[in-house]
């Protein structure tokens, strides 16, 4: 008998996730352990794999779908079923021929690419792709009637409340109760314009109607322009307003870039931040790197080095190996260290787990690997979570030195710019040696300042005699 494939839970207490990309074809066998499709997660692309072996008979939703954690994606044939059985199926189950591109699901009805909403409209009121939601909806309120006396729906809902992603999100944020909202979208769905509507009522008019294109007045301008319009003639205006409103393009959030921006913002508004800087030397660590690479192996680049150095001041100041939590600060004995990786669709930041017990070219071949995973969109959930310290390196932009946001909920961060050659002065002398500007971010909860410095001055010694790393 075909069974329905459900949108799995790839992360804890997640409630939904994008379906990325189908692996396998309409019609095409798979095996146990198969990867069916890649989930894109708040921080990775996980490969969900068939649970059993079949035949990839439907498709229910497209790539690029919000898809709610238990919502059919898919129906698996059994091996000796046909398309004669999965239209069966679809009947009993009352689906009538799904596709990716619209339609009503098993059980009620699953949308997707819109679903009963139709297409995306300006307002935002549907995440690209569609969204499916688990319990057979498509995200749009239910109306036996099927015609536009939907909009007509009471002001104070009861039961499941119908409401685009963004409008959530935007309630949420402004801290507006959906329910007390009526959606204008369709079939009486509530979406952005309704919550700007209702946070901002003498402006909503102006600010919301997007189905207006006419722009009768410059609110964003006020520079009189009065004489400059007088002498132009009218199509030229139009012409100059048509093109300030086309010299944008807004471009989707994706769940990388909200998980990103939830998390640092979050940081910056519970870890009081607070920052050291310190002029390293590199001349020993950047001569030690050209001895270790003279050899013809694998090649150690000078952020292996900084990682391996984090560590050992790990070793020596252990106080801030450390976490925060609700009910403590978690001290670890092991130095996992997060490592930020800029990628094309965002930054993600792969752990390096027991640094401390590493050998300098296993170390780089980790990074390396989790860097070139990270950019291929390849890692796991597990290699992106842990750690208590995270190194990110702006050298190679030729940055000289900056700060970076702390990723919760480790104790620090170490932001490091490019190694330059410049002036010091040595026992009242002045020469030229290569130097890099390292700042910590540091939390205070976990650390004071005292505890801090001390950790800097031990990455400090570590780096200017890196030797002492290595025994």
């Known amino acids: 008998m075909p069974t329905i494939v459900r949108m799995p839970e790839v992360l804890a207490n997640a409630t939904e996730g994008v379906l990325a990309t189908w692996l396998v074809a309409e019609g095409a066998s798979v095996r146990v352990g198969q990867p069916l499709a890649e ?19 439907r498709r229910l939703v497209a790539a690029g779908a919000t898809v709610d954690v238990g919502a059919p994606i898919a129906v698996l044939l059994a091996p000796a079923e046909d398309a004669a059985v999965l239209e069966a199926f679809l ?26 909403d139709g297409a995306p409209g ?33 002001a104070v809902r009861v039961g499941r409340i119908f ?21 204008s ?62 010299a944008f393009t807004d471009v989707p959030h994706t769940q990388l870039r909200r998980a990103i921006a939830r998390r640092l913002t979050q940081s910056k508004a519970t870890a009081p931040h607070y920052y050291l800087t310190a002029e390293v030397r590199v001349d020993a660590l950047l001569d030690l790197r050209r001895r270790i690479n003279a050899d013809g192996g694998r090649r150690v680049s000078v952020n292996d080095l900084v990682v391996r150095a984090v560590a050992a001041a790990h070793e020596r100041v252990p106080d801030l190996n450390a976490i925060w939590t609700d009910d403590a600060v978690r001290r670890f004995t092991g130095a996992d260290i997060a490592v930020a990786v800029s990628t094309d669709h965002g930054l993600y930041t792969p752990v390096i787990r027991g640094v401390e017990r590493m050998r300098l070219r296993e170390l780089s071949a980790a990074i390396a690997d989790l ?16 750690g208590s310290f995270t190194v990110s390196n702006l050298g190679s932009y030729g940055v000289r030195e900056f700060a970076a ?41 976990i650390a004071d300042g005292a505890l801090a410095a001390q950790w800097l001055a031990a990455f400090t010694r570590v780096v200017e005699e890196p030797v002492s790393m290595l025994v």
């Open 122 to 154: 300006p307002d935002g009121g549907t995440d690209p792709g569609g969204r499916v939601a688990a319990d057979g909806g498509s995200g749009a309120a239910p109306d036996a009637r099927g015609d536009a006396s939907a909009a007509d729906a009471p």
């Open 185 to 246: 979208g369709p079939r009486g769905r509530i979406v952005r314009r309704d919550v700007e509507a209702a946070a901002s009522p003498a402006g909503a008019t102006a600010s919301t109607d997007t189905t207006d294109t006419t722009d009768t007045t410059d609110t964003t301008d006020t520079t009189d322009t009065t004489d400059t319009v007088r002498d132009q003639p009218a199509t030229a205006v139009g012409q100059d307003r048509s093109a300030k409103a086309a």
């Open 39 to 57: 989930i894109e997660t708040e921080k990775a692309v996980v490969e969900f794999q068939a649970e059993s072996d079949g035949v990839l008979g």
């Open 371 to 386: 860097a070139t995973r990270a950019r291929e969109r390849r890692l796991r959930q597990d290699e992106l979570e842990g």
């Open 163 to 183: 409401a685009s992603p963004l409008a959530r999100k935007l309630a949420r944020d402004r801290g507006l109760d959906l329910a007390s909202l009526r959606g």
């Open 405 to 445: 946001i702390i990723n919760p909920p480790h104790a620090g961060i170490l932001a490091v710019g490019v190694a330059e050659q410049r002036p010091v002065v040595t026992d009242g002398a002045l020469a030229v040696a290569t130097v890099m500007t390292c700042t910590l971010s540091a939390d205070h909860r």
């Open 91 to 116: 009947a009993q189950v009352g689906q009538d021929h799904p596709t990716p591109d619209g339609g009503a699901g098993p059980g009620g009805g699953v949308a997707a690419g819109g679903g009963s």
